[in-house]
């Protein structure tokens, strides 16, 4: 799939934006402060309806103004898109998909897919758990409306499960109680954990092949889900594709941790609780890898993802990179940009043009922007 056309009104420093598309290759030009990464955002809340670094719609809107539009179509092999997005001060935001209002955010996720790659993203090897959770389910909610619906159920139920043992804690409420809310933390749970095993499975084996050919042999990479009760070794392999025993399994830690959750007032099971875990050699990347490896293991999970996403859904999605290039050696960049140039629309920001190989600038669309303004 590929954005065709950038449409935005008072959104951040943008005043007017109206961008055709014209490339596969788009690279946003410009000193800093000037709105590169603006740019990028706004392609990624059209597509997820949320930013990868707001905390409020609000500071999306242009200082001043009480209301931004945001807007695009996206071109895709059967049928083409329109996003609109329109958000007001202190209001719920507004969208539509082919001039149809969408009831609920979550139905925005498919229409546009994307990937993100920027230095950042060393979080992801670095960071907490969290982080990496967020990444899976990032990726799976744009690849599964059945993943999305459960994750917002899931959510739903933790929620309810924590007030009630924080009831119980105080004494407040029935610890029988607990039984209905355990029955459906369970059957989302599996759901969700079954899925993310999968996936994990299927990103492993991309990002094992694209390290294998960035480090030319040298290196293996092994990517392994996580789950929150510990090791999938200790589940054995082949066993998730046994909804019976993750059942089990997880029940049996419901019931093991059942007195820690009532005196804590806070549920300790749960998929909520998962993680990835990063290999290089067998060893950890996180607390072994060199500041280097890491990078290429990022780098490797995220070209994984794009081949992820395209298995799942026939099409690849579209990459925004962000301060990418002066990260990356040049045996990397020459490595990365050949593999999506001309399979994958690809955003991407600098402050100059001397990093990028003349071959790649030749197929570019080369957009200058100063201070929130084509230039
Ligand atoms: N809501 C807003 N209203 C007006 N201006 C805003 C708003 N939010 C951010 N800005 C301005 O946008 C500019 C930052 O834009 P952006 O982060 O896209 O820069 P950049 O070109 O990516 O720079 P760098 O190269 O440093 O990463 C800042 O000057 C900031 O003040
Ligand atoms: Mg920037």
Redo the contacts with the bound molecule.
């Keep these: 799939m590929r954005v065709c056309h950038l449409h935005l009104n008072s959104y951040?420093?943008y005043d007017h934006l109206d961008l055709k598309v014209t490339s596969q290759l788009c690279v946003i030009v410009?000193?800093?402060?000037?709105?590169?990464?603006?740019?990028l955002?706004a392609v990624y809340y059209l597509a997820t309806a949320r930013s990868f670094r707001a905390h409020k719609d609000d500071?999306?809107?242009?200082?001043g103004v009480d209301e931004a539009f945001l807007g695009c179509t996206v071109d895709r092999e059967v049928n083409p898109s329109e996003i609109r997005i329109r958000l007001t001060r202190n209001r719920p935001k507004q969208i539509t998909v082919n001039a149809r209002p969408l009831r609920r955010h979550l139905d925005l996720f498919g229409h546009l897919n994307v990937v993100t790659f920027s230095p950042d993203d060393l979080q992801l090897v670095k960071g907490g758990p969290g982080e990496r959770r967020r990444f899976l389910d990032m990726e799976l909610s744009q690849v599964s409306g059945a993943y999305r619906h459960d994750i917002a159920t899931y959510q739903r139920v933790l929620r309810q499960r924590n007030n009630l043992l924080k009831e119980i804690s105080e004494r407040r409420a029935d610890p029988e109680l607990l039984q209905a809310w355990d029955l459906q933390l369970l059957d989302t749970g599996c759901r969700i954990m079954a899925r993310r095993a999968t996936a994990v499975k299927q990103l492993a084996h991309f990002a094992r092949l694209v390290h294998h050919e960035i480090t030319r042999g040298g290196e293996r990479l092994t990517i392994r889900y996580r789950p929150f009760f510990g090791s999938t070794d200790e589940v054995g392999e082949g066993e998730w594709e046994d909804s019976e025993s993750l059942r089990a399994r997880f029940a049996k830690e419901i019931k093991r941790l059942r007195q820690f959750e009532m005196r804590r007032g806070l549920t300790l099971v749960g998929p909520q609780r998962d993680d990835l875990e990063f290999l290089i050699n067998d060893q950890d990347v996180r607390s072994f890898g060199s500041q280097g490896q890491q990078r290429t293991c990022v780098l490797a999970t995220k070209l994984a993802e794009i081949e992820f996403m395209r298995a799942q859904t026939g099409m690849y999605p579209v990459l925004l990179l962000?301060?990418v290039m002066s990260e990356l050696d040049e045996n990397r960049r020459h490595y990365f940009l050949g593999t999506v140039s001309g399979r994958v629309q690809t955003f991407i920001?600098a402050?100059g043009l001397e990093t990028f190989p003349q071959e790649f600038l030749s197929q570019s669309q080369v957009i200058r922007?100063v201070r929130?303004k084509l230039s």
């Design positions: 951040r420093n410009g000193a800093n402060a000037q709105g590169k990464t603006n740019l955002e500071e999306l809107i242009k200082h962000d301060d920001t402050t922007i929130g």
